[in-house]
């Protein structure tokens, strides 16, 4: 073996296991070399979560990303000649309507997502899967496309090692530990192991498990925990015997009692001979921090199984076998029974990306083995080219606010997402239950007061309609619909719809405090934001004004959307909650890559918002100004941004709306806000809340939301927020964007959609919250553009003012005409929905609809 190498372009720590030989093999394939990999154990793994994997893979999900790198590695194994198609099944047992209901909405997302999951009745259950007990299935789910990668993954990541090492682009040490990282002037230098230290410009941590004890080194933290994943063996089981197979019967998830089912094929492979069955706890889910993982000489199996307690699994295991009683016929295997350690994180999606603190470090950490090599191709090509064919804000590691990090945030967070791995549906909505009241607005004590219900967003509480409010439904009763089902009602209140009709018709005031702001400043302040910024920010006519704005990435897509206040020693970013993060790194690595002299200040917890708008929002202020000629609309033009004073306290007031009336931000300092409120309000003003500013108005708006309807998978001009005239000044992106507008139309545009019924077969009108596919009414197929990107709604919400649901989608410009039909489905029934606006295109307008005075 060749010694130890001293240097190397990347290190990538956690070789052995499904992901880091995907990551290795993909960036030699993307033109990489001089790649080392490193293990702390053997290679392929024999100790991490590869090494003892159930290796099973569903297509179908309710997110786009996960749906992508699952097909996408499903295809990876199978050219590999790894993967058996056996197909998987979800069935939802008779009486579990719940569970039904759960299985449609998967069928619809599968639509929406491009696999090929249908629903299937008890019969071709039970001839698919001999093993169950027909009669207790009301249906289910088959998924065609699932199987198992075969004899294992922990086979696959050797192989990918080895084909790695023939290239002459990798070199693999096993047995390797990671002792500690070489860090200089916040880049990556290096990695200190066991056998020497080896310098390098990348590092990528792939160590699953002990991920987190990597990124300790770099004086970071991953939000992931390792739990308990009980797996059970029962046998012998003879039916494949002389086959050959891995697998014989499709896969059986029972998710309605948070378990799954397999066999192991014929008796004479790695595994065979036997019924394996799988359970995730629901109710008490043991965590383990990986500080407290066995050393592989300390293990009795190995440092990712744990022993099982037979007491875990008796209620689960009992109701599994009223439904497949062949596993109350077979021996149960102890001695090759355990729990499976695997990763949960604070909020379903994987660390993924460059390090926080560490420039040149990179994460790609809790990923099934269904998405391994999907995730190699994403980190690769990210690491090669700035940017990946799909959207991948949901598990970029810059989108985690510091105080995601605290070890009760992440225990709390992580003990909620290994409770519904399996069960139950999680609503679109789903609020969490730890990690709250962890950032409150100066009125915060005033919200709850008026009986605020409240959810949160980046840590903030923020009330999404007030119970003092609930006599205006005595006034809009009649236009506010009673969300008969209890799926479209679960999270929301009533009185937001009836908030939105009185703000409409006098204003209101609300908390906009969940703002991410930083400020950028020093000699390059204007040039960097020039640089990443679509509109103009330069020249001194825009001091003293907002500027609504794009960051495009080098293809000229939408990365971010978010508003610059140009001071005159400074820009102020001020930005959406969940965006703020990954916005925030971004202009630092930006400005360090460029070269630009600027500070950049996250001052999100010491400035705070409030909104105020409707028609009487300018007389309502005037009221509280000091100045309250300042205030007309010749003196105070839209967008323009002024000093205020309100209760003695100095306010910046921008005149700006996302709610269509007319309006302003009002910000302030932190210890200011409290004041200003309690001005406000003793005029009598109306609180409402973030539902009719974040949902609902904005929909009738038809205002776009980053992160949803604003994707890198679309441009500007596709999203119709392209501003007629491209700035002279040089912009990231700017040549695409270019491009793009020179084209006679786009591949797709952003429409809005109105549902034109909305009463299901059971005569209940229904009011969808989540993704819907938008499908031709002729053929019930999900429409596709000329680049293979589908539709589906991007956002919904039911619009009080004009009676209706509105949703976003893009659509592909062949079927971008006003008054178009199509259907959505939703729940396993379709409903019609037509083009009312193919672009930006208000469904309510009161700012044209009257004079501005």
């Not at 088959?142 to 990918?160: E, F, H, M, N, Y």
């Amino acid at each position: 073996m060749a010694g130890f190498p001293e240097r190397a372009k990347v290190v990538i720590i956690g070789l052995g296991g499904i992901v880091g030989a995907s990551v290795a093999h993909h960036l030699i394939e993307r033109g990489w070399n001089d790649i080392v990999g490193i293990d702390k154990s053997g290679i392929p793994t024999d100790i991490g979560s590869t090494a003892h994997a159930s290796d099973f893979c569903y297509m179908t999900s309710h997110d786009n990303l996960s749906c992508w790198t699952s097909l996408y590695s499903l295809e990876f194994f199978e050219k590999m000649g790894h993967y058996a198609r056996v197909g998987g099944l979800e069935v939802a047992r008779v009486g579990d309507d719940a569970r039904m209901d759960e299985i449609k909405r998967k069928v619809a997302s599968a639509k929406a997502f491009g696999t090929r999951a249908r629903l299937i009745g008890p019969a071709e259950i039970k001839e698919k899967f001999p093993l169950i007990e027909e009669h207790m299935v009301q249906g289910g789910m088959w998924d065609p496309d699932a199987g198992l990668v075969i004899p294992r993954s922990q086979t696959v990541a050797g192989k990918l090692v080895d084909q790695g090492v023939a290239s002459g682009k990798l070199q693999a040490f096993a047995n390797t530990a990671a002792k500690s990282l070489v860090i200089e002037d916040g880049r990556i230098k290096g990695v200190v192991t066991d056998r020497g230290t080896i310098m390098a410009d990348y590092v990528v941590v792939c160590a699953g498990l002990w991920g987190r004890l990597i990124a300790q080194m770099a004086g970071e933290d991953l939000p992931v925990m390792p739990v308990d994943h009980p797996l059970t063996f029962f046998g012998p089981y003879n039916e494949f015997e002389g086959t050959g197979k891995e697998i014989g019967w499709p896969l059986l998830r029972d998710q309605g009692n948070s378990a799954y089912m397999r066999d192991t094929g014929d008796p004479k492979t790695a595994e065979g001979g036997q019924i394996e069955w799988g359970y995730y706890e629901e109710t008490n889910p043991r965590l383990v921090h990986p500080r407290e993982l066995l050393e592989k000489h300390e293990a009795r199996l190995s440092p990712s199984q744990r022993d099982l307690d037979m007491e875990q699994i008796l209620e689960p295991l009992e109701r599994a076998i009223e439904l497949t009683p062949i596993l109350g016929e077979l021996g149960y295997n102890e001695s090759h029974s355990f729990n499976g350690l695997l990763q949960v994180t604070t909020d379903g999606g994987p660390s993924v990306g460059e390090s926080q603190k560490v420039r040149g470090l990179w994460y790609c950490v809790a990923i099934w083995v269904k998405d391994g090599p999907g995730y190699g191709k994403l980190l690769a090509d990210w690491m090669t080219d700035g940017r990946t064919a799909i959207d991948h804000a949901r598990i970029d590691f810059a989108r985690f606010y510091p105080h995601q990090f605290d070890e009760k945030v992440v225990v709390g967070r992580c003990g909620e997402a290994a409770q519904k791995i399996y069960t139950p549906a999680v609503h679109p909505r789903e609020p969490y239950a730890t990690g709250r009241n962890l950032r409150r607005s100066p009125f915060y004590d005033r919200e709850k007061e008026l009986g605020g219900y409240f959810m949160e967003l980046g840590g903030w509480e923020r009330a999404h309609g007030y119970a003092a409010n609930e006599h205006l439904l005595e006034k809009y009763g009649d236009r506010v619909p009673v969300r008969e089902n209890e799926w479209d009602n679960r999270h929301f209140w009533r009185v937001s719809n009836a908030e939105h009709l009185a703000m409409s018709e006098d204003c209101g005031i609300v908390n906009l405090s969940h703002f991410a702001m930083f400020d950028v400043e020093g000699p390059d302040h204007v040039a960097l934001m020039e640089w990443v910024c679509a509109a103009k920010i330069g020249g001194d006519g825009n001091i003293g004004k907002g500027i609504y704005t794009h960051f495009l990435d080098d293809e000229g897509m939408v990365r971010a959307d978010l508003t610059v206040i140009r001071m005159a020693d400074r820009c102020r970013v001020i930005d959406g909650a969940d965006a703020g993060p990954r916005d925030f790194h971004y202009l630092r690595r930006v400005a360090e890559d460029k070269g630009f002299d600027v500070t950049i200040t996250d001052v999100s917890e010491k400035y705070i918002t409030i909104g105020i708008w409707g028609p009487n929002a300018r007389t309502t202020l005037q009221k509280v100004v000091e100045n309250p000629d300042g205030l007309t609309h010749e003196n105070f033009p839209f967008a323009a941004i002024k000093p205020i004073r309100i209760a003695g306290k100095n306010v910046t007031a921008f005149r700006i709306s996302y709610v269509g009336e007319q309006g302003w931000e009002l910000h302030m300092r932190y210890e200011d806000g409290l004041a200003v409120w309690d001005a406000l309000r003793s005029t009598g003003v109306m609180a409402f809340g973030v539902e009719t500013y974040a949902n609902s108005r904005r929909m009738e708006k038809s205002l776009r939301l980053q992160n949803a309807d604003l994707l890198t998978e679309y441009n500007l001009i596709e999203s119709d927020l392209a501003r007629p005239k491209v700035k002279e000044a040089d912009f990231r992106g700017k040549a695409k964007h270019l491009e793009y507008k020179a084209r006679e139309h786009q591949p797709a545009m952003l429409c809005t959609l109105v549902m034109t019924d909305n009463v299901d077969s059971q005569g209940v009108a229904r009011y969808p919250v989540g993704i819907m596919p938008v499908m031709d009414p002729e053929t019930g197929e999900t429409l596709v553009d000329e680049l293979g990107r589908r539709s589906y709604t991007t956002s919904v919400a039911y619009g009080p003012t004009i009676g209706k649901n509105i949703a976003l989608a893009y659509l592909p410009w062949s079927h971008c005409q006003v008054g178009r039909k199509f259907i959505v489905e939703y729940f396993g029934e379709t409903y019609p929905v037509e083009v009312a606006g193919v672009g930006y295109k208000p469904l309510y307008d009161p700012e044209n609809l009257k004079p501005r005075t």
